[in-house]
C-alpha cells in the first residue's frame, strides 16, 4: 500500500516561516499532479496549491506571492514553503498525489500559527 508522508509541520508565529515535505513510500505509477491541501476546524478540505507534471503550478488566492510549491513529480515528491505566514493559515495540511486511476492522500501535518 502507498503512503504519502508529510513533515515539517509545527507551532510558529505570525510572520514566520515553515517547509513542508511530502514523499511517496515509493513510486506512484501514473502520476500527473501532486497538490497540497489544507482544513481548518470547521472548514471544508480547500486546495492551496498544486505543480503539475509539466510544472504548471496553481495557488489559491489566499497563498499567493507567500507560498510556493516544488518537487518531482516522477519521484513522488512535493515541498510547500510558506511564507509570512497569518493565523488564518492554520489547519491540517494534507498532501496529495493524482494519477489517472486515483488519488492518494496523506495523513496530514498540522500548521498553527499564533502568537
Known amino acids: 500500500q502507498v503512503q504519502l508522508v508529510e513533515s515539517g509541520g509545527g507551532l510558529v508565529q505570525p510572520g514566520g516561516s515553515l517547509r513542508l515535505s511530502c514523499a511517496a513510500s515509493?513510486?506512484?505509477?501514473?502520476?500527473?499532479?501532486m497538490g497540497w491541501y489544507r482544513q481548518a476546524p470547521g472548514k471544508q478540505r480547500e486546495l492551496v496549491a498544486r505543480?503539475?507534471?509539466?510544472?504548471?503550478?496553481n495557488y489559491a488566492d489566499s497563498v499567493k506571492g507567500r507560498f510556493a510549491i516544488s518537487g518531482d513529480i516522477a519521484e513522488n515528491t512535493v515541498y510547500l514553503q510558506m511564507n509570512s505566514l497569518k493565523p488564518e493559515d492554520t489547519a491540517v495540511y494534507y498532501c496529495?498525489?493524482?494519477?489517472?486511476?486515483?488519488?492518494?492522500w496523506g495523513q496530514g501535518t498540522q500548521v498553527t500559527v499564533s502568537a
Open positions: 505543480i503539475t507534471s509539466s510544472r504548471r503550478l
Open positions: 496529495a498525489a493524482e494519477t489517472t486511476r486515483r488519488e492518494y
Open positions: 515509493r513510486s506512484i505509477d501514473s502520476t500527473y499532479a
